[in-house]
């Protein structure tokens, strides 16, 4: 099994330009979410999807917007990237929504925005 | 208030020791889910243990234990028999509700041979 993909691994992006994450899981989970993790900052919950055909704000979406394509795909989008979206950005998903469900993690995505 | 309190920028530790990595969490909520996840350099997010707010016991993964002490909101890992490849960061989260998953800000190890 895969587990969780992320694509692409690595990006550079001017200021203004747009692009998508893309993020499968092959683990038939119904949750999925999208960090961004920061030096010194640990991970910060951008979106997530309880489930297929819903989607709700983390801590931080300004500047973002998600799509939960079917129950396999949740992608990530940045309309116009901003040198403060610089970032690695890790999805992830779980088998629900419960306090005790583990959230496993893809291999992240690293953005740089100039 | 923080979540997650990982106050242990670096630690270093001999191979083939133990070594304890603490956490403190804050929540009112009785019901919660605590998580360690490591993060070797190469970047991945891996899990590594769980413990339940209604455990009894603490959890325990092969060589990862989880020192849960519910009355003073802590919730260590204790990484026993230390090798190389334990070198990483590693990271407390806390999940309260279905929406609210907070990380803290990680622990680097170094297994010194």
């Known amino acids: 099994n895969a587990g969780v993909t992320q694509t692409p691994k690595f990006q550079v992006l001017k200021t203004g330009q747009s692009m998508t994450l893309q993020c499968a899981q092959d683990?038939?989970?119904?949750?999925m979410y999208w960090y961004r993790q920061d030096p010194g900052m640990g991970l910060r919950l951008i979106y997530y999807?309880?489930?297929?055909?819903?989607?709700d704000k983390g801590e931080v979406p300004n500047g973002y917007n998600v799509s939960r394509l079917n129950k396999r795909e949740f992608s990530l989008r940045l309309e116009s990237a901003a040198p403060s979206q610089t970032s690695v950005y890790f999805c992830?998903?779980?088998?629900?929504?419960?306090?005790?469900?583990?959230?496993?993690f893809g291999p992240g995505t690293r953005l740089l925005v100039l | 208030a923080q979540k997650i309190t990982q106050t242990q920028p670096g630690m270093f530790v001999q191979e083939k020791e133990a070594v304890t990595l603490d956490c403190t969490y804050d929540t009112s909520d009785p019901s919660y889910g605590l998580f360690w996840y490591k993060q070797p350099s190469s970047g991945e997010m891996i899990f590594l243990i769980y413990q339940g707010s209604y455990d009894q016991q603490n959890a325990t993964e092969g060589r990862y234990s989880l020192n849960f002490q519910k009355a003073r909101k802590s919730a260590n890992l204790v990484i026993s028999a230390s090798q190389l490849g334990d070198s990483a960061m590693y990271f407390c989260?806390?999940?309260?509700?279905?929406?609210?998953?907070?990380f803290g800000t990680g622990t680097s190890l170094t297994v010194i041979p």
């Open positions: 992830a998903s779980s088998e629900g929504t419960s306090v005790w469900e583990t959230q496993y």
């Open positions: 683990m038939n989970h119904n949750s």
């Open positions: 999807s309880a489930s297929e055909g819903t989607t």
């Open positions: 989260a806390m999940r309260e509700g279905y929406d609210q998953f907070y």
